[in-house]
Nanobody, 117 residues
C-alpha cells in the first residue's frame, strides 16, 4: 500500500549537515506516523525521530536539539534535517511508515550516511 524511497545520504565531514528525504506513495500517506531509523554495523536498529499525523514529534535523546523531522503531506514526503553530525552516526538511515490501526508497517530500502574526513 505504501512504498518508501529515501534519498539525501552521502559523505559529510564531522560536524557537517545533511538532510534526508523520504518520498512515499499512497493516498492516505498523511495518516501514517513517519519515522527515521538508523542501524550501524553490528548494532540494533534504533529510532532516531518520528512525527505523527498530528505533527507531534519524538527524538532520541542523542539527537535532540540537532535533528529536526518534518513532513510535507502534499508531497508525500518526510525529511530529517541533521546538523553537527558525529562519526558514530554514520549509519544506514531508513524511513518507516506506521499505521497502528491497520497493523501496517512499511520500510524504505535505506540511505547510507557516512560521517568521516
Amino acid at each position: 500500500q505504501v512504498q518508501l524511497l529515501e534519498s539525501g545520504g552521502g559523505l559529510v565531514q564531522p560536524g557537517g549537515s545533511l538532510t534526508l528525504s523520504c518520498a512515499g506513495t499512497g493516498r492516505i500517506f498523511s495518516f501514517y506516523v513517519m519515522g527515521w531509523y538508523r542501524q550501524a554495523p553490528g548494532k540494533e536498529r534504533e529510532l532516531v525521530a518520528d512525527i505523527s499525523s498530528s505533527g507531534s514529534t519524538y527524538y532520541a535523546t542523542s539527537v535532540k536539539g540537532r535533528f529536526t523531522i518534518s513532513r510535507d503531506n502534499g508531497k508525500n514526503s518526510v525529511y530529517l534535517q541533521m546538523i553537527s553530525l558525529k562519526p558514530e552516526e554514520a549509519d544506514v538511515y531508513s524511513c518507516n511508515a506506521r499505521l497502528n490501526s491497520a497493523n501496517a508497517n512499511y520500510w524504505g530500502q535505506g540511505t547510507q550516511v557516512t560521517v568521516s574526513t
